[in-house]
């Protein structure tokens, strides 16, 4: 009796949280709000080319663009606003239009092919808990931490780690955040490589991956991963924009690159061609530079519209290194 009493008692908000109706009707709820918030976000984009980028009433006022896009519950479209506050001018169009882009496509998201939108959801801002990823299918495979790289992104350090199957060839994003003056441990040390399950965030190109059970110890690599040539690099990340426009950069490794100083800056090059580097302090430069000695390298990155941000590079003898020191900051 005493346990059919306290079913009796749990409080009606408890219930609620386990009720589906209620689940539903707080999405439904949550999706009105955030389209709401597109259509704002659209009027106001038009309203500054309508006015010209150029027009210095138009410099401010993001902050309270990006706010009532928190308010909305779209803080993937808060973020964006808050980056395009800081492009040079030069740049701010195009950002203007695939932020456009977004908002309209979310618009329409129940008209999407289901990959597509998955991909328009989690830009804006909607997330799939991580125990509800790892309820659902997973890849086993033995996962190679190919890089790490740090932001801040306000009071906190997203920490972004890069990983590739060594059998099936494809690659994850682990993201995770660090709180100042607490940085966690990676989950895999670069260079090292684990048996582990992975989920899969849904999308056009899953790549974010939550790490599931491991199926023994993280132990080294031996030597470098399997790189793309310049030529490849570029297709694929082609590719990666071709069906999600807001991929700003594409992660891969690649193979026999020289970094050569040009005219207009740094390069790494190999015999197809060549990618200016971007968005790398002079400390990683030096380091990357010191370790090829003018010989061909392997070297792990984000290759984009702008160019290549280096991470990670393998000497001549396979041995792994971290070209940003992280937690420095």
Request: hydrophobic share 45%; with cysteine; glycine share 10%.
């Amino acid at each position: 009796m005493e346990e059919r009493r306290s079913t009796e008692h749990v409080p009606s908000a408890a219930k609620g949280l386990a009720d589906p109706a209620a689940a539903r009707r707080r999405a439904e709820r949550r999706a009105a709000r955030v389209a709401d918030g597109a259509r704002e976000l659209r009027l106001r984009l038009a309203d500054r080319v309508r006015r010209g980028l150029a027009d210095p009433g138009t410099a401010g006022g993001w902050d309270e663009v990006a706010a009532r896009m928190v308010d909305a519950q779209a803080p993937g479209l808060a973020g964006r606003v808050r980056e395009l506050a800081t492009l040079p001018a030069d740049d701010q169009l195009a950002d203007h239009a695939l932020l456009d882009l977004l908002a309209a496509a979310y618009l329409r998201v129940d008209e999407l092919p289901a990959p597509l939108a998955a991909t328009v959801r989690a830009r804006v801002g909607f997330s799939i808990d991580s125990a509800e990823l790892l309820a659902g299918p997973t890849v086993r495979d033995r996962w190679l931490a190919l890089g790490c790289r740090e932001r801040a992104e306000g009071p906190l350090t997203s920490r972004r780690l890069w990983l590739r199957g060594e059998r099936s060839g494809r690659q994850a994003l682990l993201l995770g955040y660090d709180r100042p003056g607490q940085p966690a441990e990676l989950p895999l040390p670069v260079g090292h490589s684990v048996d582990a399950e992975l989920a899969f965030h849904p999308g056009v190109h899953p790549l974010r991956a939550v790490l599931g059970v491991r199926h023994g110890t993280p132990a080294p690599a031996a030597g470098a991963p399997r790189g793309l040539t310049v030529t490849e690099a570029t297709a694929a990340y082609g590719e990666a924009v071709a069906e999600d426009p807001w991929t700003p950069a594409w992660p891969v490794p690649l193979a026999e690159v020289v970094p050569v100083q040009g005219p207009e800056g740094w390069l790494l090059t190999d015999d197809q061609g060549a990618l200016p580097l971007c968005e790398v302090d002079g400390a990683a430069l030096w380091r990357l530079v010191a370790v090829a000695q003018g010989r061909p390298v392997t070297v792990f990155g984000e290759c984009g519209h702008r160019g290549f941000t280096p991470v990670t590079v393998w000497d001549q003898a396979g041995r792994t290194i971290e070209l940003t020191l992280r937690g420095a900051g």
